[in-house]
């Protein structure tokens, strides 16, 4: 927000819609789900590191090896303590639109359809099933998703951010080397939360934005 002069209608519109959506009560048959995603640089350590003992912590060697990078999709339903993570080594059309269909076809097969928090990157369009899937399996997929996307420059609206920054403080913000360590730890983490069902305490109302911005609106 610190980023814009005024605040214009389609960025008024556009956060309203997404605020409304985190106030209405939760809906298993029209899950609330925000996605996006966190690149992570593959590090591996040029020599082994010393484990850790009862009151010292794990040593490395400031000196790694650069193994490439990998992406994770993060797709969260804060109001039921839910979430699908996903590591890629890309992330392409294809990579964003095959996860947005294991969401659709494993996990949440029995919604009418999932509404779908994200910001404006270009993956995250129509175009990348078509791109992908048959013109028929696209549309069959489209059909059960409603798209909503955060204001430009305001991707802090998005709830999966808080979840990426949860991840990252838990799990990935630290030396890993490879996307075989980097899946397994993931997964571990996305496990335990799921299990303890934590929930996201969304508290930015769009009462609490009016007080807060109304005097950036542009007229």
């Not at 490439?68 to 294809?94: D, I, L, P, S, W």
């Amino acid at each position: 927000m610190w980023c814009i002069q005024k605040i214009n209608a389609e960025y008024r519109e556009r956060m309203y819609n997404i605020l409304n959506l985190y106030e209405e009560k939760y809906d298993p048959k029209k899950p609330l789900i925000c996605l996006d995603e966190k690149p992570k640089q593959l590090l591996g350590d040029k020599r082994k590191a010393i484990p850790m003992k009862p009151g010292s912590p794990e040593k490395y060697d400031y000196e790694y090896v650069r193994n490439g990078t990998a992406n994770v999709f993060v797709a969260v339903e804060f109001k039921a303590g839910k979430r699908v993570t996903q590591v890629t080594e890309r992330r392409t059309m294809k990579d964003f639109a095959q996860f947005v269909k294991i969401l659709l076809t494993e996990k949440y097969s029995e919604a009418e359809v999932i509404r779908l928090v994200t910001d404006n990157l270009n993956i995250h369009k129509e175009k990348s099933f078509y791109e992908t899937f048959s013109e028929e399996e696209a549309k069959k997929i489209l059909d059960k998703i409603e798209f909503h996307y955060t204001p430009k420059h305001a991707s802090w609206l998005n709830a999966a951010e808080i979840e990426i920054n949860v991840m990252d403080i838990e799990c990935t913000d630290r030396r890993i080397g490879d996307m075989q360590t980097l899946t397994h730890e993931v997964g571990a983490w996305t496990k335990r939360r799921n299990e303890h069902e934590s929930k996201i305490n969304w508290k930015f109302t769009r009462k609490v934005a009016d007080e807060k911005m109304s005097k950036h609106y542009a007229p």
